[in-house]
C-alpha cells in the first residue's frame, strides 16, 4: 500500500519552532532520497530539504541553518525540524521521495502558518 502521512503543522509567530513528521510506505521509502517540500498558497510546490538514503543532507538556501532533516529507517519516517520560521516559510508542507513529480502519490500535506 503506498503511503505518506505527514503531520505536525500549526501556527507559530515568527521566530518559532515546528517539528514536521513523515510516515512513509516501504515502496516509496527504502533506497530512496527522501525530500521536504513545501507549496505557498498562489505559488508552486518548492523542494525545501533532502535527505539521502546514506544520510547526507542538502538544504536550499532559504532554509539553510534553521531547517534539519533527518529520518528513521526502521520506521520509515522522515522528519523535519524547523526554527527560527518566518512568514515566508508558510504553506503546505509534503513529503516525499526526490525526484517526486506531480503524477505521483503525494500525501495530504500538513500546513505551516507563521505570523509576524
Known amino acids: 500500500q503506498v503511503q505518506l502521512v505527514e503531520s505536525g503543522g500549526g501556527s507559530v509567530q515568527a521566530g518559532g519552532s515546528l517539528t514536521l513528521s513523515c510516515t512513509a510506505s516501504a515502496s516509496i521509502f527504502n533506497g530512496n532520497t527522501m525530500a521536504w517540500y513545501r507549496q505557498a498558497p498562489g505559488k508552486q510546490r518548492e523542494l525545501v530539504a533532502r535527505?539521502?538514503?546514506?544520510?547526507?543532507?542538502i538544504y536550499e538556501d532559504s532554509v539553510r541553518g534553521r531547517f534539519t532533516i533527518s529520518k528513521d529507517d526502521n520506521q520509515k519516517t522522515v522528519s523535519l525540524q524547523m526554527d527560527f520560521l518566518q512568514p515566508e516559510d508558510a504553506g503546505t508542507y509534503y513529503c516525499?521521495?526526490?525526484?517526486?513529480?506531480?503524477?505521483?502519490?503525494w500525501g495530504q500535506g500538513t500546513q505551516v502558518s507563521v505570523s509576524s
Open positions: 516525499n521521495k526526490l525526484p517526486a513529480r506531480a503524477y505521483d502519490f
Open positions: 535527505i539521502f538514503a546514506f544520510g547526507h543532507t
